[in-house]
C-alpha cells in the first residue's frame, strides 16, 4: 500500500476548498453546513453521520459531489487530480477505523 502522508490531506482540503467556493448555498444550508463543521471541529460528528444526515446535508454532498466530477471533466491532469482525491478520502477513512 501506498503511503499517504501529511501532504496528500492537505491536497485535498486545498481542492475541496477551492470546490467549495463553487457551491450555491441558500441560508439554511449555510446555517446546516455551519452547524456541521462546529460539530466537525468538536469530534461528535463523523463523515459517514454526515452522509446519512438530513436532506439539507445530502443536497450539499451532491451538489459538492456534482462539482468534483465536473472539475474531472478538465483532462487527464484534472481527472488525475479528483482521482487522488477519492483515494486520500478512502484511505483517510480506513486510518480512522
Known sequence: M???RPRSFKSRLQLATIISK???LDSEMDKNL???IELIINKTISYNDIEQG???AEALLYQFNEKLQKHGEGGPTAKLWIQYF???SIA???YKS
Open 34 to 36: 455551519t452547524n456541521t
Open 2 to 4: 501506498t503511503a499517504v
Open 22 to 24: 463553487e457551491l450555491v
Open 86 to 88: 477519492h483515494m486520500v
Open 92 to 94: 483517510k477513512e480506513n
Open 54 to 56: 438530513d436532506e439539507i
